[in-house]
């Protein structure tokens, strides 16, 4: 059972030259992961996305434009990660509810997941998370 | 031995609502690829990235913000593939030289990779992607 103790943030190295910038996620190497897919969402300034939480997936978050505040729950204590910059990758184990807010215009982030689309692995419903979290304890 | 003829799009769903839009790739049922590594590269208007082939690594490329001009070449032919919205998803298997131009400031292009990082996987010398090239007609 995860808590938002478990949650982690790498910094991982960002190269850049006259031409912008390259930062690179290796699946197995920097998040011990198998690396299934990846999906890429933007946001408007003040929008909110996210508010679940998975059973079985691990998800790596990584803002690559703009900036998103990440509040991570385990029911029990929250923690509040501020993304602004790519090489900031922020991993949620399985088991933590998460919200994605959206701090800038047109803000992009990328998300590693370990494992394919799968909606029974979502929690979607906060009474729900409680419950289960609960169950999870016992 | 891959041609430009190899080369493929993808054009992927794209979620839209009005906080912004999702678009997910699954490596196994999207590409058909192990998903191994993932870079994200910025590019100014006018840069030229890539400028090189790989021997056996399968690169997928996505322009999430902006609009980049892929080059792709396999010695005899050429094709150019105009990536401007993150939808479209440019599969380029080994063997084929490729350039990236970015044409509007901060563009951002994703790499999905079906290995790990390995610089001798690398030609970065045209005249050697042309002797490699012959050498594989052989």
């Known amino acids: 059972m995860n808590f938002v103790g478990d949650i982690r943030v790498f910094r991982l190295p960002k190269f850049l030259d006259k031409q912008g910038f390259l930062v690179a996620f290796d699946g197995a190497s920097d998040f011990k992961i198998d690396l299934r897919r990846v999906f890429v969402v933007s946001g408007h300034g003040g929008s909110v996305r996210g508010k679940h939480a998975h059973k079985a997936l ?6 690559l434009r703009g900036t998103c505040r990440v509040i991570c729950d385990d029911g029990e204590a929250r923690r509040e990660v501020l993304l602004d910059t790519p090489e900031d990758a922020l991993q949620i184990p399985p088991g933590i509810w998460a919200e994605e807010h959206y701090i800038d215009s047109e803000s992009i982030v990328m998300v590693l997941c370990d494992l394919p689309f799968d909606e029974s692995d979502y929690i979607r419903d906060y009474a729900e998370f409680l419950a289960y ?4 304890r016992e």
């Open 133 to 136: 979290r609960h169950r999870q």
């Open 58 to 63: 691990t998800q790596i978050l990584v803002c």
